[in-house]
């Protein structure tokens, strides 16, 4: 079992920056595959950003067009997503996942076992 734990979401005016903590706990966290997604009211959830255990990392480009950034501090457990330039549009709750891909790296949501319980980001114009 994995439990995460996002923090840092809150409210910004466009143009501004945040970053987005999660913190894991449980079994080996650089075993896993991490990702951010993100869910805006009335829309799916969407792929924001994933890494793997060799730092390996994919965007969803269509959304974050470069602005985003995931990082994982191994020794610290915990893996961030540093946002800039926010537009009103990132506004969503963002969610923290891990998966067990074996060092592959995927944004098919069906994939992560472990899910957090969501950081809200709101974007104001």
């Known amino acids: 079992q994995v439990q995460l734990v996002e923090s840092g979401g809150g409210l910004v005016q466009a143009g501004g920056s945040l970053r987005l903590s999660c913190a894991a706990s449980?079994?080996?966290?650089?075993?896993?595959?991490m990702g951010w997604f993100r869910q805006a009211p009335g829309k799916e959830r969407e792929f924001v950003a994933a890494?793997?255990?060799?730092?390996?990392?994919?965007y969803n480009e269509d959304s974050v067009e470069g602005r985003f950034t995931i990082s994982a501090d191994n020794a610290k457990n915990t893996v961030y997503l540093q946002m800039d330039s926010l537009k009103p549009e990132d506004t969503a709750v963002y969610y923290c996942?891990?998966?067990?891909?074996?060092?592959?790296?995927?944004?098919?949501?069906?994939?992560?076992?472990?899910w957090g319980q969501g950081t809200q980001v709101t974007v104001s114009s």
């Open positions: 890494i793997n255990w060799s730092g390996l990392s994919t």
């Open positions: 996942a891990a998966a067990e891909l074996q060092g592959g790296i995927s944004y098919y949501t069906g994939l992560y076992d472990y």
């Open positions: 449980g079994r080996t966290f650089s075993r896993y595959t």
